[in-house]
């Protein structure tokens, strides 16, 4: 599904963190590209 797409993956502090999220789309065959973990408040 992901496969040859460039991802740009934005986690939550309090949720799920980035590199979770990026392992996860990796694995399906996507390229992060950016990954940040952010604290929305």
């Known amino acids: 599904m992901?496969?040859?797409k460039k991802?740009?993956?934005v986690g939550?502090?309090?949720g799920v963190a980035s590199p979770?999220?990026?392992a996860c789309l990796e694995?399906?065959?996507g390229?992060?590209?950016l990954a940040?973990?952010?604290?929305?408040?």
């Not at 940040?36 to 408040?41: G, I, L, R």
């Open 2 to 4: 992901f496969e040859g």
């Open 7 to 9: 991802i740009i993956a």
């Open 12 to 14: 939550e502090r309090d």
């Open 20 to 22: 979770a999220i990026a």
């Open 27 to 29: 694995a399906a065959g």
């Open 31 to 33: 390229r992060v590209v």
């Open 36 to 41: 940040a973990t952010e604290c929305f408040v």
